[in-house]
């Protein structure tokens, strides 16, 4: 498709499980991001990637929080030993490339632990 | 420590009428604004941006005022029609050039 592509778009969990939410970006968009939105909140930057590179992580709330991009292309963001607190829905965006501008988002991944 | 405040959580306004949804932000370091639309159980799509080097953008229906001296920016959305009512998300952009802040969103209806 053209869009950004997300995957599962619905999980349910048990706390202290693990969870792999994928994403794959617009075909040629170098910049990849990960954000999540929990209950009554705003999106919350989680991570950036330029190509297979993340200049800047510190956004991931614990180092349970890993992400990971291959070719340039898809991404993986990886939760260890879910807790409660990880319930949110994770969204993915990309643009052609960094700076001022326009992301394109997913419709997102939306995680429930239980 | 809320950088971007978008202090109405909800606005309800007629079709064919004005809807205009506030900003605030706290950070001198910002420098360019985003406005995004998100319908539910769908990502959030871009609808209008500002540089801080002007104080107004206009695209069709819609036009976005930045006011920095009051560190405030609003949209304005004339006529506004039903098929407007989404969640309507403020962000900005400083410091870096990848890292958007977004308030936590206006939920506009528009009654026909």
């Known amino acids: 498709g053209a869009g950004v592509s997300q995957s599962p778009s619905n999980k349910v969990t048990e706390k202290g499980k693990d969870v792999e939410l994928r994403c794959d970006p617009i075909?040629?968009?170098?910049?990849l991001y990960w954000y999540r939105q929990s209950l009554g909140q705003g999106l919350e930057f989680l991570i950036y990637?330029?190509?297979?590179?993340?200049?800047?992580k510190s956004g991931l709330p614990s180092d349970r929080f890993s992400a990971e991009r291959t070719g340039g292309s898809v991404s993986t963001l990886t939760i260890q030993r879910t807790q409660q607190e990880d319930s949110a829905v994770y969204l993915c965006?990309?643009?052609?490339?960094?700076?001022?501008?326009?992301?394109?988002f997913g419709e997102g991944s939306r995680l429930t632990v239980l | 420590d809320q950088q971007v405040k978008q202090n109405s959580p909800s606005l309800s306004v007629q079709e064919g009428r004005i809807s205009i949804l506030n900003c605030d932000y706290t950070?001198?370091?910002?420098?360019?604004f985003l406005w995004y639309k998100k319908y539910p159980a769908e990502g959030p799509t871009f609808l209008i941006s500002?540089?801080?080097?002007?104080d107004k953008n206009e695209d069709g229906r819609f036009t976005v005022f930045l006011n920095k001296s009051a560190k405030h920016l609003s949209l304005h959305i004339v006529p506004s029609q039903p098929g407007d009512s989404a969640v309507y998300f403020c962000?900005?952009?400083?410091?870096?050039?990848?890292?958007?802040?977004f308030g936590k969103g206006t939920l506009l209806t528009v009654n026909p």
């Open positions: 965006a990309s643009s052609l490339m960094s700076g001022p501008g326009e992301l394109f």
């Open positions: 075909s040629g968009h170098t910049a």
């Open positions: 990637f330029q190509g297979n590179s993340a200049p800047d």
């Open positions: 950070n001198s370091m910002f420098d360019y």
């Open positions: 500002i540089s801080s080097i002007k």
């Open positions: 962000a900005a952009l400083g410091g870096s050039n990848y890292k958007l802040t």
